[in-house]
């Protein structure tokens, strides 16, 4: 079992940054996938990238380019950096650990991008 919490969304101008943040309720070292999908209202849940327990990543061609996934097993966190945000990127974004067939969710954290 793993508890996951978001952090880091916000409201931002088009262009501009944000760095997410999810914490985990122990530690990340044996989680095999970790990742950030994103919702909006009436769509399904989407990925935007994930990372490996050896650390590669994979991306939305959305995406690619302009997040960057990461992970810090000593703080038992995986961070999303975001840079040129688009409107099209607002949405709400969960984090997700997926280890030994079961996968867990964080309650989200919203992001709006201003045009």
């Known amino acids: 079992q793993v508890q996951l919490v978001e952090s880091g969304g916000g409201l931002v101008q088009a262009g501009g940054s944000l760095r997410l943040s999810c914490v985990a309720s122990?530690?990340?070292?044996?989680?095999?996938?970790m990742g950030w999908f994103r919702q909006v209202p009436g769509k399904q849940r989407e990925l935007v990238a994930g990372?490996?327990?050896?650390?590669?990543?994979n991306y939305a061609d959305s995406v690619q380019g302009r997040f960057t996934i990461s992970r810090d097993n000593a703080k038992n966190t995986v961070y999303l950096q975001m840079y040129s945000l688009k409107p099209a990127d607002t949405a709400v974004y969960y984090c997700?650990?997926?280890?030994?067939?079961?996968?867990?969710w964080g309650r989200g954290t919203q992001v709006t991008v201003s045009s």
């Open positions: 122990r530690s990340i070292f044996s989680i095999n996938s």
């Open positions: 990372i490996t327990r050896g650390g590669s990543t």
């Open positions: 997700n650990a997926e280890n030994s067939g079961l996968k867990y």
